[in-house]
């Protein structure tokens, strides 16, 4: 019997701590929705000041050329 119930405690220990690393995981996962939510938010900030600036246009973010529409 202490053998099955040092087994049991165990096992119940090794949950224990999945379910401590799922809640870790869940936190990090909600600080990255966050992170990639602010980064969105800026670029269209950017955007709109950039559009606000030089007009309606396209860039092209490996030259810098922007294409103002015709």
Same mark, same amino acid.
């Given at each position: 019997?202490? #053998?099955?119930?040092?087994?049991?405690?165990? %096992?119940? #220990?090794?949950?224990?701590? %999945?379910?401590? #690393?799922?809640?870790?995981? /869940?936190?990090?996962? =909600?600080?990255?929705? /966050?992170?990639?939510?602010?980064?969105? =938010?800026?670029?269209?900030?950017?955007?709109? =000041?950039? #559009?606000?600036?030089y007009g309606k246009g396209s860039l092209d973010i490996e030259t810098g050329i922007f294409t103002p %529409?015709?």
């Amino acid at each position: 019997l202490k #053998s099955f119930q040092s087994r049991l405690d165990q %096992v119940l #220990s090794q949950l224990g701590r %999945v379910h401590l #690393s799922k809640i870790k995981l /869940d936190e990090q996962e =909600t600080l990255i929705k /966050d992170e990639i939510k602010k980064i969105e =938010t800026e670029e269209q900030e950017l955007a709109k =000041t950039l #559009s606000d600036k030089y007009g309606k246009g396209s860039l092209d973010i490996e030259t810098g050329i922007f294409t103002p %529409v015709e």
